[in-house]
Each structure stands twice: as structure tokens, then as C-alpha cells.
């Protein structure tokens, strides 16, 4: 009887010990990570992809020595590309690192990174939450958080996106460990860790650790301001930073002092304008979507998780109404901040805050909304346990709550299903794939070309993708350009560095297809030698006396980046030195709700709902397709708010569409989604547009995608819709009125349209008319940087009432070859109903004679209805073939206000055309200018 009280004492103090907390978490990022865990393989239809062959080509370098490549040999079609000099590379070094281990390869080591990072976001909140309000708060927290849309679904599984993903789930962690050493409990363990992992947060993904940052340092100067107290810390707060930034300096300071070296364009228009990505609050709050495993890859909606803001309300509301916690009105206030940054009501913000456009997408602040949110629920928890009357009662609202987390994330646990084998992640395999893809370097936009690299559009070279498909050594040489007589062998080819031996009667150029980037250096038998750029291809050469030679080009550091290295050396040393003298803090003021370990019955319940929620979804749930998500038929979208049927050259439908049908404000986004779906196994990539416009030709607003739905059309499977998002901006200062929004489909090399067949399937039309869009004034008038204008003018008509505040000129020189030239003048009215009747926009010729005009309303916005302080933008398109008649030379471009019963009140030169007419185009020499009804 006593030996069994004694093992029963034995085993309760040893439950005592157990973190069981932890170890829910733990279980919690497992059935999170479960897609990942029971599926063989990767997707191939998301941004996963090009994250397996970024860190396939690292792995080629590093197997050969170069512990840390800038540069990637194989990237833009084997011409090389500096990606890893930007791009923060530490995802790409885990998956690596993962691919040593038998019986795994870099598909599985890039797999293993997407669930670490899910182990790390669930027990960096749980951490997190415990430290501020408890253990049973703390499993709230991870819950909450890794089960939150963006960070279970949306960023792994929607986006595939490896390197913000891990960024995201290293936030909870990062903070914990700060807090740790600002609040007075400093280890050595803890300074060392938040040293690191705030230096891994930005070798892991650069914008997140720019929010990231942001957001420790707020919470760092919130504390000193709440807390006076701890001023006397402040100085770990600013070490750790320090130290980190130090740590990573041989990353950041090259990637900034190198920033003009490449052409790098990810803000402004088009799709990665951040104004066309903001999130509706009704979407924001909203509950996840049921899926449509139909579709290639399933809509969904960027939201916070309805579980998400409903747990983490009370402990906000606390604050608010009982001025309650300090660390709660910390989280509460920047989850608010950040939720507004995601809406569009922000846009004057991000407009005001230019670095901001970096960003690019709004909605990327969800994860660390969602980490705010995580931690106010587990406050939430905190403050609602304490105000409960017994042990029933808490243990009612912490499984409630965990069981509310589970059930509303079913909805968002069934990514559509991949392909057991990814394939082949060779050097040879990489190239193909970006022809394929048309994402030349893995980026969509070439963010990371060399300065003077492919200034003309560049294709594959034949001879180079041959010697990649040869096996041996791969040929750089462009043997084109050889003279007659020379000999070049590749005497040894590295990832980095190449050697030649050259044999050659006379002195020439050796061109090699390598594009040019600082750190190349060449050498001839030795000594160093110059290296030329070839002109628009970007490309390395090098002159060769006569002769027998031996040319060596190799890729190396340049001054950046060993003072990088320096900075992060000195970094280093200075934190072993902090860490020898550092004298944990004797000072270990508990956190407000630390807490003991959980009652075993709290344990039992969190434990038992989760298990509960394990065999509910993998017993009922996960055997019955239709249950919490369904799957639209071949040929059919099930959601689709209007049918289409529309048959693109017989190789591509238009199954079906969605769009608005409220009235549009000018610089607002038209919403629209299209429904595709391949006739037959395509050969083209084709690319995809939606414009608004009014008449046929006049463009007020366009989105065009690469790779519609985010796939190429050669990889579209007969038996699945693929859904294709846009958000058309209807460009600020667009004229009230009726616009029509119309698709289609075309190929980029050449600008062919597929065209709509009719019923008989004859061509009739090379676009699908969707709808119409009624324009209205916008409540604002937009800022002037909104209008993208080249030249501003501020001209005021003023008996007219108006002002022509500027101008942009598609070109001021003009062949009939061209397309049409386009100018675009921006109105702003100085008072309502302005007197003006007409505008009138001429060609003037030398002699002062209009050669040519165009008169009417602006975008035929008649000025009577305009009010005060609207600005209207006013777009013509003028041909070719409409001065075809005119002589060549020089034009000027006149703008002139009629007043109503009255002629030209004033007239102002806004640019000049040059008219350049071969003489097989024509041009009549003596073109009467003087018959033209020019005001």
C-alpha cells in the first residue's frame, strides 16, 4: 500500500515536471503539418516550385566548396543571376542541410522547411503566450496562430511560399526571446538566442524581417514608455539589435551597396502595386472558404480566422473599457494597426510612407496580425479565467476555445492534392522550367538582371542548353564568334569559375554567355585582364592576343562584401565577449500570469479535444469529399457568378467569370475572377488580360498575368478549372460613365491573340465581352503622384474654370510601324460647372498652320458636370495612319480650351511629335493644313 502511494507521488511530480503544455503545441503543429507528413512529393503549381530550384542550385554550388555563392551559374536560362546577393538565402541552406540525410533529396529537405517552420510557430506562441499569461493561455496562443489561414494554408500551401513562411513562423519565437532579455531575465541562453534568431528572421525573408524589426522595436519602446521603470534595460534592447544586424551584415550590406547593380522593379503599376491588393474588411473577418478541389489550385480568401479575432476580442475590450494590461494594449493596438494597414481605408498612409510599396501586398501582413492576435487571445484567456467562478467553468472556456480554433480551421486543412514526384531538380531541369514558365531567374519579373544585362528580350541559346544536355562540361563559349583557325577548349568548369585554353592565330574577342556582375575577374595566363560588356546582351568578354593562352574567369567579392564579412566578424566576437561577461540577472521579475504548471485535468481536456478533433477528422471528415469542401465537375465551376461557355481558338474555355456589379469609384479596383479550363493539351504558354475600356482602343484599365491562374497554360490538367484573379484599377481620374470590361488570351513573343469562336466556329471577336462597369466620381480627387504624369504644367484656362495640370506622352517619335501614340492630359476643374465647352488638341506645324485636332469633352465628360476641385483624365489615341498624309518632321502638340458660344480662350504647348516617314510610307509634301476646322 505504501510502495503504491509512493510510485503514485513519483509519477504525479514527474507529471509536474513534464512541460505538457509544450508538448500540446507541439502535437497542435503536427495535425497542422499533417498535408506536408502523409503526401509524398511537392506541388508544382505554386511558388513551392521555385523555391525547390533556388535551393537546388545553391546545393550545386556548395557540393563544389562555395560555402556561400552569391551568384547562381544556372539561373535566367544558364546566363547566371546574382539572386543570392539579395535574396535572403537561410531557407535554401535548412533544405540543404535536411538533403544530407539518407533517403531524403532537396524536394524532401525544402519539405522539411515548410513543417519546421509550423514546429516553430506553434511553439514560439505557445512560449510567448505563457511567458505574458500562462501555460493554458499559451496553447491558446499556438493554436491560435498556427492555425490561423495565412500561416496553415495560405503562405504553404496557396502561395508556396517557402522563405516568408519560415519568416512568419519565426516571429513568435523571435519575440519571445527578446522579451526574455528586455524584461530582466537575461541568460546567456536567452541573449544568444535573441541574437540569433533575430539575425535569422533576416537571413530568412527580407520584408518580414523589415516588419518583423519594426514591430520588436515598437514593442521594445512601448515598454520603456509603460514601464519607466525598465529604462535602465534599454540598452539590451538596443545590443541585441546591434548584434543581429552585425551578425548578418555580410548579407545586407553587399545586397544595399550593391542595390543599383541590377534592375531591380517591384513597385509602381501593374501587378505588384500595392493598391491592388488591399483586403476588404468583410473578407478580413470573414470565415475561411469551403474549397473547390475542382480547381487546379482552390480560391480561398485572405483573412485573419474567424476563431482568430473573436478569441482574442475580450482581452482588447478589457483593455479599452478597465485600462487593464500594458502588454495587452501592446498586442491589441498593433493587431488593430496592422488589420487597418491590410484595408484599403490605409491607402493615404502607405501613399504618404513611400518605402511602403515595398511591401507590395498588403495582405502579406497577415501573419504578423495573426501573431498579435495569438497572444490577445491568450490574455483574453487569462483575463476570462480569472473572472469565472470554478474549476468547471475554466476548464469549459480554455477547451471551448481551443475546440472553437479547430473546428473553423477544417476548413482550410484539404490543400488540393499534388503529384507524388516532383521530378528532376537538375541544372538542365532548372533552365527548361523557366522556358516553360517564362520566370527567367525564378523571379516573374527579372527583379535581380544585371545593370546592362539583357536590355533586348533574351531566349535560350541552343549550343549552351546542348552542353548542359551533353553531361560533360558545360560550353560558355559562344563559338559563333570565333575566328577562323581559333581553338578553345574548357580546360575546367566550376559553378564559379571557368578556365580556357586558347588557341588563335590573331587576337580576338572571347564572348562568353555569362552575364557581367560586380565580382567577375578574368585573367590571361595569370595577370589579370579586362573584362568588356557586350552591348544589349550584358554578356562577359574578353580580348585575347594571338597565340596560346590560358583564360580564367572567376566569380569573387568585391569591396561590399568583405566589409560585410568584416562587420559580421567583429559581431561575432563581440557577442562571444557579451556572453563571457554577461552575469545573469539576479533580478527574475515574474511575467504578469506565468503561472505553474496546469491542473492535469487541463491538461486531460486540451489533450482530449485535440485527440477528439484528430479522429473526428480523420474518421468522418476526411472519407466524404463533400464535406467541408467540394469538387465542381470537369467543365463546370460550381461557384461561378456568371457563365460564359466562351471557346478561345478551340484550345482554351472560358468556363465562367465573377465581377462587380455596383458602381466603381475612379481609382478604385474592379474585382474580377475568371474561370478557365484547357480543350486539349496546350503547346503555347499563353498570357491572359482583362481591360476596361471606352471606346474599343482607349485602355482605362488593364491587368495582364504571365501565367494566368498562376500555372502555364502547357500545364493545365482537361479535368480541372483553373481560377485566375485580378484586381483592375480603374486609373484615377477616369471620366464618369459606362466602361466595358472585357478578357482574352494572347502569346507575349508575339502579341497574337487566340480568338473567340462563335457557335459555327468562325472567329468573331479576339476578346470576351464580360460586362459593363459604371464609373463614378471618386469622393477625393486623386494626389498628383497617383496620376503618373511626365510633365507637370499647371496651366490655369481661367475664364474657362479649368486648369490642365499635366501631361504624359506615350513618344515623341512616330513611324507607321509604331502603334498608336497616346497622350494623356489631366484636368482639374477650378470651380463647379466650368464655362468651358470643348477642349481641342492640335498638330502644329512649323508655319503655325493645326495639321491635325481632335475637339470634345475630355473622355466625352461633358465640363458642365464637372465639380469643383475634380481632376479628369483625358486619353487619345492618335494612329499612324491618321498623319499618314502629313509630311515627316517635326510637330507641335497644342492644347486649347473653347468657352461655350465662344472660340479658343487660351492655348498652351504641351510637347512635340516627330514624324518619321520613310520614303516607301509616303507623306504628302503639300498637305493643305489650312482646310482643317481648327479652333
Known amino acids: 500500500m505504501e510502495s503504491a502511494r509512493i510510485r503514485t507521488q513519483r509519477t504525479l511530480e514527474w507529471a509536474q515536471r513534464v512541460e505538457w503544455g509544450l508538448l500540446l503545441a507541439l502535437a497542435l503543429a503536427i495535425v497542422a503539418a499533417m498535408p506536408f507528413l502523409t503526401r509524398p512529393g511537392l ?185 519607466p521603470a525598465r529604462r535602465c534595460e534599454a540598452g539590451w534592447g538596443a545590443l541585441v539589435f546591434t548584434l543581429a544586424a552585425g551578425l548578418v551584415a555580410f548579407f545586407w550590406l553587399p545586397a544595399l551597396a550593391e542595390w543599383d547593380a541590377v534592375n531591380l522593379v517591384v513597385t509602381g503599376p501593374g501587378h505588384f502595386d500595392f493598391r491592388q491588393h488591399f483586403v476588404a474588411l468583410t473578407d478580413l473577418l470573414a470565415p475561411s472558404r469551403i474549397l473547390d478541389l475542382g480547381a487546379t489550385a482552390p480560391r480561398f480568401r485572405f483573412n485573419l480566422g474567424l476563431a482568430q479575432w473573436v478569441l482574442a476580442a475580450p482581452g482588447a475590450i478589457w483593455f479599452v473599457a478597465r485600462r487593464g494590461s500594458k502588454l495587452m494594449a501592446y498586442f491589441s493596438a498593433m493587431g488593430l494597426l496592422l488589420c487597418l494597414l491590410i484595408t484599403s481605408a490605409s491607402r493615404p498612409l502607405w501613399e504618404a510612407i513611400p518605402p511602403m510599396a515595398y511591401l507590395q501586398f498588403p495582405w502579406r501582413l497577415l501573419g504578423p496580425a495573426n501573431l498579435m492576435l495569438a497572444v490577445a487571445a491568450a490574455g483574453s484567456v487569462a483575463f476570462l479565467q480569472a473572472r469565472v467562478g470554478g474549476q468547471r467553468e475554466r476548464i469549459a472556456l480554455t477547451t471551448g476555445g481551443l475546440a472553437l480554433v479547430l473546428a473553423l480551421a477544417l476548413l482550410v486543412l484539404y490543400p488540393p492534392m499534388w503529384l507524388p514526384d516532383f521530378g528532376s531538380t537538375s541544372s538542365l531541369d532548372i533552365i527548361e522550367w523557366e522556358i516553360e514558365s517564362l520566370a527567367f531567374g525564378t523571379t516573374s519579373t527579372g527583379d535581380f538582371v544585371p545593370k546592362g544585362a539583357a536590355l533586348v528580350p533574351m531566349g535560350p541559346t541552343e549550343s549552351l542548353l546542348a552542353s548542359y544536355a551533353g553531361g560533360g562540361p558545360v560550353d560558355r563559349v559562344n563559338r559563333a564568334t570565333l575566328p577562323e583557325g581559333a581553338r578553345v577548349e574548357v580546360a575546367s568548369h566550376r559553378q564559379l569559375r571557368q578556365v580556357y585554353e586558347v588557341s588563335s592565330e590573331t587576337g580576338f574577342i572571347l564572348r562568353l554567355y555569362t552575364f557581367y556582375f560586380p565580382g567577375w575577374r578574368a585573367t590571361i595566363d595569370g595577370e589579370p585582364a579586362e573584362i568588356a560588356v557586350a552591348d544589349p546582351e550584358g554578356f562577359i568578354t574578353v580580348r585575347v592576343p594571338a597565340g596560346e593562352h590560358t583564360v580564367g574567369v572567376r566569380f569573387g567579392d568585391t569591396p561590399p562584401r568583405t566589409a560585410g564579412w568584416a562587420v559580421s566578424g567583429v559581431a561575432l566576437a563581440s557577442l562571444v565577449a557579451a556572453l563571457v561577461r554577461l552575469r545573469p540577472s539576479r533580478r527574475r521579475p515574474a511575467p504578469e500570469s506565468q503561472g505553474a504548471q496546469p491542473p492535469v485535468v487541463d491538461v486531460i481536456c486540451l489533450g482530449s479535444v485535440l485527440l477528439l478533433f484528430v479522429l473526428v477528422k480523420s474518421w468522418v471528415v476526411d472519407p466524404h469529399d463533400d464535406w467541408l469542401r467540394q469538387t465542381s465537375p470537369p467543365g463546370q465551376v460550381l461557384d461561378a457568378g456568371f457563365l460564359a461557355g466562351a471557346d478561345f481558338g478551340g484550345q482554351i474555355e472560358l468556363i465562367g467569370y465573377d465581377m462587380p456589379s455596383e458602381p466603381v469609384k475612379a481609382g478604385d479596383t474592379i474585382s474580377v475572377v475568371l474561370y478557365w479550363r484547357a480543350l486539349r493539351p496546350l503547346d503555347d504558354n499563353y498570357q491572359s488580360f482583362v481591360h476596361l475600356t471606352q471606346p474599343e482602343s482607349v485602355l482605362w484599365g488593364q491587368e495582364d498575368h504571365l501565367n494566368p491562374g498562376g500555372m502555364p497554360t502547357t500545364r493545365w490538367p482537361m479535368e480541372q478549372y483553373v481560377w485566375d484573379e485580378y484586381q483592375v484599377r480603374v486609373q484615377p481620374g477616369t471620366p464618369p460613365g459606362e466602361y466595358v470590361l472585357s478578357a482574352g488570351l494572347y502569346l507575349l513573343y508575339d502579341n497574337y491573340r487566340l480568338p473567340l469562336l462563335d457557335a459555327s466556329g468562325q472567329a468573331s471577336s479576339d476578346r470576351f465581352v464580360l460586362g459593363t462597369i459604371h464609373v463614378v466620381r471618386s469622393r477625393h480627387p486623386p494626389r498628383v503622384a497617383e496620376l503618373d504624369m511626365a510633365q507637370m504644367l499647371d496651366v490655369s484656362f481661367e475664364v474657362s474654370g479649368v486648369t490642365l495640370v499635366g501631361t504624359t506622352q506615350s513618344a515623341e517619335r512616330f513611324s507607321l510601324g509604331d502603334g498608336p501614340l497616346t497622350l494623356t492630359l489631366f484636368w482639374r476643374a477650378d470651380e463647379a460647372h466650368p464655362a468651358a465647352s470643348a477642349r481641342s488638341v492640335s498638330l502644329v506645324a512649323a508655319d503655325g498652320a493645326a495639321v491635325w485636332c481632335a475637339q470634345g469633352a475630355p473622355g466625352g465628360y461633358s465640363f458642365q458636370d464637372w465639380a469643383s476641385g475634380e481632376v479628369v483624365r483625358d486619353l487619345l489615341l492618335v494612329s499612324p495612319e491618321d498623319l499618314s498624309a502629313l509630311p515627316g518632321g517635326e510637330y507641335r502638340l497644342r492644347v486649347m480650351v473653347v468657352r461655350t458660344g465662344e472660340g479658343a480662350s487660351q492655348s498652351v504647348d504641351v510637347g512635340r511629335v516627330w514624324l518619321e516617314w520613310s520614303e516607301s510610307d509616303g507623306g504628302n509634301a503639300q498637305a493643305a493644313s489650312g482646310s482643317l476646322q481648327c479652333p
Do not use: Q
Open 43 to 227: 506541388p508544382r503549381a505554386t511558388d513551392a516550385e521555385l523555391h525547390v530550384y533556388r535551393a537546388a542550385e545553391l546545393g550545386h554550388t556548395l557540393r563544389e566548396g562555395e560555402l556561400y555563392p552569391r551568384w547562381a551559374p544556372d539561373l535566367y536560362l544558364g546566363y547566371g543571376y546574382p539572386i543570392f546577393n539579395y535574396y535572403a538565402p537561410l531557407t535554401y541552406y535548412l533544405a540543404n542541410a535536411a538533403d544530407l540525410l539518407p533517403g531524403f533529396d532537396i524536394v524532401s529537405g525544402v519539405k522539411v522547411v515548410f513543417v519546421a517552420g509550423l514546429l516553430l510557430a506553434s511553439t514560439g506562441a505557445y512560449l510567448l503566450g505563457r511567458s505574458m499569461f500562462g501555460r493554458t493561455a499559451g496553447v491558446l496562443a499556438a493554436a491560435s496562430y498556427v492555425f490561423a489561414p495565412y500561416i496553415v494554408f495560405i503562405d504553404p500551401h496557396v502561395r508556396g511560399d517557402l522563405a516568408e513562411h519560415f519568416a512568419v513562423c519565426l516571429l513568435p519565437l523571435v519575440f519571445y526571446t527578446f522579451d526574455l532579455v528586455v524584461t530582466g531575465r537575461r541568460t546567456r541562453w536567452a541573449l544568444l538566442s535573441s541574437v540569433s534568431l533575430l539575425g535569422a528572421l533576416v537571413l530568412s525573408h527580407n520584408l518580414t524581417a523589415l516588419v518583423g524589426a519594426g514591430l520588436l522595436g515598437a514593442y521594445w519602446l512601448w515598454g520603456l514608455i509603460a514601464a
